[in-house]
């Protein structure tokens, strides 16, 4: 979704990172979904920067972790 927003915007990771006071390999980490921001202020800063609804965010991210633990359930679970 990080990655959609920011092309649509034509943006680089770069552009990205400075405005959301972040390194861009940690930007690329997200968009690949290697990394997820876990606090507050991190998840803001990243929707603004972005200028997307900080709300819309939240939720990605929630159903990201969501999805995420229930697949390290399922591989317990063999």
Same mark, same amino acid.
């Given at each position: 979704m990080i990655s959609r927003v920011r092309l649509w915007r034509r943006w680089s990771q770069n552009e990205v990172a400075l405005k959301a006071d972040m390194r861009p390999q940690t930007i690329s980490e997200i968009e690949l979904g290697k990394r997820m921001p876990k606090s507050v202020p991190?998840? &803001? $800063?990243?929707?603004? !920067?972005?200028? &997307?609804?900080?709300?819309?965010?939240? $939720?990605?991210?929630?159903?990201?972790f969501e999805y995420q633990d !229930?697949?390290?359930?399922?591989?317990?679970?063999?």
């Open positions: 991190k998840i &803001m $800063k990243l929707a603004d !920067a972005l200028e &997307m609804p900080r709300e819309q965010l939240f $939720k990605w991210i929630v159903n990201e !229930a697949r390290s359930a399922k591989r317990r679970e063999q």
